[in-house]
């Protein structure tokens, strides 16, 4: 079982904003990163270090953290925002790498 | 640009071992700045890490998996590789090579990625 976890699915209309969350004890401690996954293809890294976006990511996909928590926020959904997204950070121990099990995004 | 290319068979016979090749190109696998990490992905199913290395050859492997996995690093080639024993049909997956910073607030974060190769464990 993940030490990560996510809703297993959420919905959101076009244009509108939607948060997608993922818990766990060792957020607590360090920072999420978030990954966008369509179908057939790799995982792209859209969110790391809680708040940071890699180089081509629109500043409409957002990161922060609350607590045991950590939440990925889109705002003014697209089409283009339907994927599967994923969470990883560290585990409790601080070395391992762990991922939550997916939230499908419905737009 | 950085990119990361896995290979090996796609087919393996269940109670073999898994082997599969990342080759990095557009940079060197010798930076210390990154561990070098593998991911798999059951089809229809979620991500999940396998194990990292360092190009000096320390590694880390999921605690659920340490037993059958090993790792290892090849600089001069720029490739790491994966083997992963006693397999059985629960180890069908994509797998995917993927590079991670090597410690600091972006440890966790994979920002490369290979295309992933499907092995499927079946006799």
């Known amino acids: 079982s993940s030490e990560l976890t996510q809703d297993p699915a959420v919905s959101v209309a076009l244009g509108q904003t939607v948060r997608i969350t993922c818990q766990g004890d060792?957020?607590?401690?360090?920072?999420a990163s978030w990954y966008r996954q369509k179908p057939g293809q790799a995982p792209v890294l859209i969110v790391y270090?809680?708040?940071n976006r890699p180089s081509g990511i629109p500043d409409r996909l957002s990161g922060s953290r609350s607590g045991n928590t950590a939440s990925l926020t889109i705002t003014g959904a697209q089409a283009e925002d339907e994927a599967d997204y994923y969470c990883n950070s560290r585990d409790s121990s601080g070395n391992h790498l762990v991922f939550g099990g997916g939230t499908k995004l419905t737009v | 640009q950085l990119q990361l290319q896995e290979s090996g068979p796609g087919l393996v016979k269940p109670s073999d071992t898994l082997s599969l090749t990342c080759t990095v190109s557009?940079?060197?696998?010798?930076?210390?700045?990154?561990?070098w990490g593998w991911i798999r992905q059951p089809p229809g199913k979620g991500l999940e890490w396998i194990g990292s290395?360092?190009?000096?050859?320390?590694?880390y492997y999921s605690p659920s998996l340490k037993s059958r996995v090993t790792t290892s690093v090849d600089t001069s080639k720029n490739q790491f590789s994966l083997k992963l024993s006693s397999v059985t049909a629960a180890d069908t997956a994509v797998y995917y090579c993927a590079r991670h910073c090597s410690g600091g607030s972006c440890y966790s974060a994979f920002d490369y990625w290979g295309q992933g190769t499907l092995v499927t464990v079946s006799s």
């Open positions: 290395i360092y190009y000096n050859g320390n590694t």
């Open positions: 060792s957020l607590r401690s360090y920072y």
């Open positions: 270090a809680e708040n």
């Open positions: 557009g940079g060197t696998i010798s930076s210390g700045s990154y561990y």
